[in-house]
């Protein structure tokens, strides 16, 4: 048999890594500024995250839900006291497609309507409603196309509020930051106004924080830049640190009922284990701290660079854009400089998404790297 043939792929093969630096089958080391779609979270292999998980494996990895799991009740306290949400309830699951789906599914079961509003260039999965939401109809199969989804610009909140005038809106939904899209975020005045407009027509606000949750922003949400407060939460990648999480942040606003939402692996012992070491290390080491420090100090440095048309986003999660597609340049730093980054449908943006441990030296090794490249590549 041999594999479904739908990821191009570098001839690289990483075997090993430590924090910010891979390590392929040939030796070489890599600097790691993408953290595999922004899903390392606290550095690969972090010392305290490896234990838990093993100490977790050596007694129980899963079991089902339908018995007591004191790490879940664990796991959700220690959120809600980080995030500053304590008086959210969590449902968790085990990808941020299935905490979108399950989002949507609660928007929908909470006002009864069925159509979403989402926004041009979003992302939030590949899985059924979340593909619909998804502003990509190269991944939208005709199955999936059948949820009535209307797209929208950012920031023209005279539009949202047409649309949810007709009163036939069950959410919107809405990334704190754009990940795949491109780095792209509503400003602070379309967000609270967001916020008012969803209340006065009783639409359920999700807040998509799969990737820019979880400290990246230099917040523990991007949203929380704002002033807001979002009806639900979904959130996955950093969760985990690699390992398999996600989860929806419930409102006070909806009522819990037996067999309203399911999950097979969602909320087992060791997504459990992974997910409250995670939520440790962040604290522990303060990476919401390293993250606005070195966010500042990359803006400083990346002033260092000629031809760059803007920096995009927040905290660790941040976009370089330039006036030319940067798919030669992105091939370059990965393969000569031993740099990853990441892409968008953006073509002219690299994506800079390090684990939240990153260091001040790490991004001037990227900041050499990037000269380097883009005079070679002019030459």
């Known amino acids: 048999m041999n594999l479904f043939n739908v990821y191009p792929l570098y001839d690289i093969t990483p075997v090993k890594a430590v924090d910010?630096?891979?390590?392929?089958?040939?030796?070489?080391?890599?600097?790691?500024?993408?953290?595999?779609?922004?899903?390392?979270?606290?550095?690969?292999?972090?010392?305290?995250?490896?234990?838990?998980?093993?100490?977790?494996?050596?007694?129980?990895g899963f079991y089902s839900n339908a018995i007591q799991n004191p790490l879940q009740v664990e796991l959700a306290q220690k959120l809600g006291k980080l995030s500053g949400l304590e008086d959210y309830e969590l449902f968790l699951c085990s990808s941020g497609a299935e905490a979108n789906e399950n989002a949507l599914k609660l928007a929908s079961f909470h006002n009864g309507k069925s159509r979403v509003v989402a926004f041009d260039n979003s992302f939030?999965?590949?899985?059924?409603?979340?593909?619909?939401?998804?502003?990509?109809?190269?991944?939208?199969?005709?199955?999936?196309?059948?949820?009535v989804v209307t797209f929208l610009p950012l920031n023209q909140i005279e539009l949202v509020e047409a649309e949810l005038a007709k009163g036939d809106v069950t959410a919107v939904i809405i990334e704190?930051?754009?990940?795949?899209?491109?780095?792209?975020?509503?400003?602070?005045?379309?967000?609270?106004?967001?916020?008012?407009?969803?209340?006065?027509?009783?639409?359920?606000?999700?807040?998509?924080?799969?990737?820019?949750?979880?400290v990246r922003s230099g917040k523990f949400f991007a949203f929380q830049h704002h002033g807001i407060n979002?009806?639900?939460?979904?959130?996955?990648?950093?969760?985990?640190?690699?390992?398999?999480?996600?989860?929806?942040?419930?409102?006070?606003?909806?009522?819990?009922?037996?067999?309203?939402?399911?999950?097979?692996?969602?909320?087992?012992?060791?997504?459990?284990?992974?997910?409250?070491?995670?939520?440790?290390?962040?604290?522990?080491?303060?990476?919401?701290?390293?993250?606005?420090?070195v966010y500042e100090y990359f803006l400083e440095k990346i002033k260092e660079v000629e031809g760059i048309k803007q920096v995009k986003g927040k905290g660790l999660m941040l976009g370089v854009e330039f006036d030319f597609d940067v798919a030669a340049l992105r091939k370059k730093l990965i393969i000569e400089k031993h740099i990853f980054t990441g892409s968008a449908n953006n073509k002219n943006l690299l994506r800079i998404l390090p684990p939240l441990t990153v260091k001040k030296a790490d991004i001037d090794t990227f900041v050499k790297a990037l000269k380097e490249s883009l005079e070679e590549l002019k030459n």
């Open 20 to 60: 910010c630096t891979i390590t392929d089958d040939k030796g070489v080391e890599y600097l790691d500024l993408y953290s595999g779609h922004g899903v390392i979270s606290i550095g690969h292999t972090q010392p305290d995250y490896v234990a838990k998980l093993k100490n977790q494996l050596d007694h129980l």
């Open 176 to 214: 704190g930051i754009q990940g795949v899209g491109g780095l792209d975020q509503g400003t602070t005045e379309f967000f609270q106004a967001l916020e008012k407009a969803c209340k006065k027509h009783d639409v359920v606000l999700i807040l998509d924080e799969v990737q820019s949750g979880y």
């Open 230 to 293: 979002a009806d639900i939460i979904s959130v996955a990648k950093g969760m985990g640190n690699g390992f398999p999480v996600g989860a929806i942040l419930i409102s006070p606003k909806f009522e819990a009922s037996f067999g309203l939402l399911g999950t097979t692996f969602g909320g087992s012992h060791l997504s459990c284990a992974a997910g409250i070491a995670v939520l440790d290390v962040i604290e522990k080491l303060d990476l919401q701290k390293n993250v606005n420090e």
């Open 124 to 147: 939030h999965g590949r899985t059924s409603a979340a593909v619909a939401v998804t502003d990509n109809k190269k991944i939208v199969a005709p199955i999936n196309a059948q949820q």
